[in-house]
């Protein structure tokens, strides 16, 4: 390995962040300072708000949840679709001559 090519490696390397808190970590940089960290960050501390001006976030799940009463499962389609079809009654309609049975299609 060459070594004029390598950054020079700091096994105890502080990342100092805005908040206060400070971390010691291996890094080419012997100091690193962040505005955000684990400790202070509105997702990891749980203060996290959604702003919202247009109720974009309240529309969206509204209707989530409107879809999750609407899904059904492939049995209960298809026990309403047989309802259906016999609520609505035979597709053809028979007929009695005298020459014999004649069939016509319900319009």
Same mark, same amino acid.
């Not at 400070?22 to 955000?36: C, D, F, M, N, P």
């Not at 996290?48 to 309240?58: F, K, L, N």
């Given at each position: 390995? =060459? !070594?004029? *090519?390598?950054?020079?490696? #700091? %096994? %105890?390397? $502080?990342?100092?962040c805005?908040?206060?808190? /400070?971390? =010691?970590?291996?890094?080419?940089k012997?100091?690193? !300072? /962040? &505005?955000?960290?684990a400790?202070?960050?509105? #997702?990891? $501390?749980?203060?996290? $708000?959604? *702003? +919202? !001006?247009?109720?974009r976030? %309240?529309? #969206?799940? %509204?209707?989530?949840?409107?879809k999750? +009463?609407? /899904?059904?499962? =492939?049995? $209960?389609?298809k026990?309403? @679709?047989?309802?259906? @079809? *016999?609520a609505?009654?035979?597709k /053809? &309609?028979? &007929? &009695?001559? =005298? !020459?014999? @049975?004649?069939?016509?299609?319900?319009k």
């Amino acid at each position: 390995m =060459k !070594s004029a *090519i390598h950054p020079t490696y #700091f %096994e %105890e390397a $502080t990342i100092s962040c805005a908040c206060g808190a /400070v971390y =010691k970590t291996g890094s080419t940089k012997q100091a690193i !300072s /962040v &505005e955000l960290c684990a400790a202070c960050h509105p #997702f990891y $501390t749980g203060t996290q $708000t959604i *702003i +919202d !001006s247009a109720r974009r976030v %309240e529309k #969206f799940q %509204e209707r989530l949840t409107k879809k999750s +009463d609407e /899904v059904k499962g =492939k049995a $209960t389609k298809k026990i309403a @679709r047989a309802a259906k @079809r *016999i609520a609505a009654g035979p597709k /053809v &309609e028979v &007929e &009695e001559t =005298k !020459s014999g @049975r004649v069939s016509k299609k319900k319009k």
